[in-house]
């Protein structure tokens, strides 16, 4: 840690850690992290500017007489921590079109269409299970072009072409 690392500190007035089951705990350090999830730290400093920084936490056990061990999870010989579009069919597409997810852990997704000029034009949430999943997007009277589907994930975005005949 740098001296100016020790004089930032210093500003603070607060640091949380959240995370599941009603997990918190104040200071630098989140321990110990025993369930998966999404844990969060939120930090206030003296202008009470407030910060706030998520992460996913794979599931963690205790070695015998050890450290603890954190592994991702893997699907179909996958290993990652967030929702990933496969594919989307039929691609190109006139008025509705399927998108394959793989899921991790079961999460709420935000999906968006967007066209060639940053409009949105269609908005879905969707509860993803563990595993494969399917989407099917309701979308008449597009104009022919260039789409895109957005995948939001927490924190992530993944973009996904599409094409309308």
Same mark, same amino acid.
């Given at each position: 840690? &740098?001296?100016?690392?020790?004089?930032?500190?210093?500003?603070?007035?607060?640091?949380?850690?959240?995370?599941?089951?009603?997990?918190?705990?104040?200071? &630098? *350090?989140?321990?110990?992290?025993? &369930?998966?999830?999404?844990?969060?730290?939120?930090?206030?400093?003296?202008?009470?500017?407030?910060?706030?920084?998520?992460?996913?936490?794979?599931?963690?056990?205790? &070695?015998?007489?050890?450290?603890?061990?954190? /592994? /991702?999870?893997?699907?179909?010989?996958?290993?990652? !921590?967030?929702?990933?579009?496969?594919?989307?069919?039929?691609?190109?597409?006139?008025?509705?079109? *399927?998108?394959?997810?793989?899921?991790?852990?079961? $999460?709420?997704?935000?999906?968006?269409?967007?066209?060639?000029?940053?409009? /949105?034009?269609?908005?879905? !949430? $969707?509860?993803?299970?563990?595993?494969?999943?399917?989407?099917?997007?309701?979308?008449?009277?597009?104009?022919?072009?260039?789409?895109?589907?957005?995948?939001?994930?927490?924190?992530?975005? /993944?973009?996904?072409? *599409?094409?309308?005949?």
């Amino acid at each position: 840690m &740098l001296w100016t690392d020790f004089a930032m500190i210093n500003q603070l007035i607060s640091i949380r850690w959240t995370g599941p089951n009603g997990y918190q705990q104040s200071g &630098l *350090m989140a321990c110990p992290l025993l &369930l998966p999830g999404d844990y969060c730290i939120t930090v206030i400093d003296k202008e009470l500017c407030v910060a706030q920084y998520c992460i996913y936490v794979p599931l963690c056990t205790r &070695l015998p007489n050890g450290p603890l061990s954190c /592994t /991702t999870k893997t699907v179909d010989g996958i290993t990652g !921590d967030r929702v990933n579009i496969t594919s989307v069919s039929p691609n190109p597409f006139t008025d509705a079109v *399927m998108v394959n997810l793989l899921g991790y852990r079961p $999460e709420m997704v935000h999906l968006y269409v967007i066209d060639q000029f940053s409009n /949105t034009v269609l908005m879905q !949430d $969707e509860i993803i299970q563990v595993g494969d999943n399917v989407v099917n997007l309701s979308l008449p009277g597009l104009d022919s072009g260039i789409y895109y589907v957005q995948l939001i994930d927490g924190s992530a975005q /993944t973009d996904y072409k *599409m094409i309308v005949k």
